[in-house]
């Protein structure tokens, strides 16, 4: 195919949000197709568009790509937010590596039971406070320059963006202790292709609302 990217996904925040954060980085429109009930993933699979039977699934360049990794690795490369040689790329990886624990613990909140979710609460902010967010205030200390790896904006920043602000939805002043990621996260907010992307309108993706869940489970149980 050629044109715009097509995304396919549910019409809620989920494992399509790092992709859709990335490609409105790079300043790429793209379509999507929202999976509104468990037939039209069926359908998905039956047509064999789903590698693995899952989704995401992204439509890019004659491609059908799966698994949520796969797809950031080609867009980051596709457009120039990979790094400029393998040394940087590997400190990308491991960036985005370290922040996908984090983010991974985040989106699971949402399905924790009534009665877990005081305790995972704390859990979060305890790992983001004093895990994740330290590294990341100390390898802006040390690289010395307005993005995470080299010069210029690649993957981990606006991953890192991200995953910021979803710990802010917790806990607004989670940056309070943090002052180079609290510049970090102006510069990258200000970037116009992000800017774009975090104003009302866009297809970024509010919090998972608890209303939204029991059709989530039908589409993919």
């Known amino acids: 195919m050629s044109g715009k990217p097509v995304l396919h996904y ?6 399509m949000e790092p992709v859709k954060w990335l490609l409105a980085a790079a300043g790429v429109e793209f379509e999507e197709r929202f999976l509104e009930t468990k037939e039209d993933l069926q359908k998905l699979r039956a047509d064999g568009c789903l590698l693995f039977q899952q989704v995401p ?14 797809i950031l690795n080609y867009i980051a490369g596709k457009y120039n937010l990979y790094g400029k040689d393998l040394k940087e790329r590997a400190l990308i990886d491991m960036y985005v590596e370290g922040m996908a624990d984090l983010y991974d613990i985040i989106m699971n909140h949402d399905f924790k039971p009534a009665n877990e979710k005081e305790k995972d609460l704390a859990n979060i902010m305890d790992k983001a406070t004093n895990r994740y967010l330290p590294v990341f205030e100390k390898v802006l200390k040390d690289h010395g320059h307005d ?15 991200e ?12 940056l309070a202790k943090f002052p180079l990621l609290q510049s970090f996260k102006a510069r990258m907010s200000n ?15 509010p919090p998972l609302q608890e209303k ?5 489970l039908a589409i993919f149980s």
């Open 147 to 161: 993005f995470l790896v080299g010069n210029k904006l690649s993957r981990a920043d606006v991953n890192l963006l």
């Open 212 to 216: 939204d869940i029991p059709n989530l």
């Open 163 to 174: 995953t910021i602000l979803m710990v802010e939805e917790f806990k607004p002043d989670a």
């Open 57 to 70: 699934m992204v439509e890019i360049d004659g491609m059908k790509l799966v698994q949520t990794r796969a």
């Open 191 to 205: 970037i116009p292709s992000i800017k774009k992307f975090l104003q009302p309108g866009s297809p970024r993706k």
């Open 10 to 15: 549910v019409s809620v925040r989920g494992r």
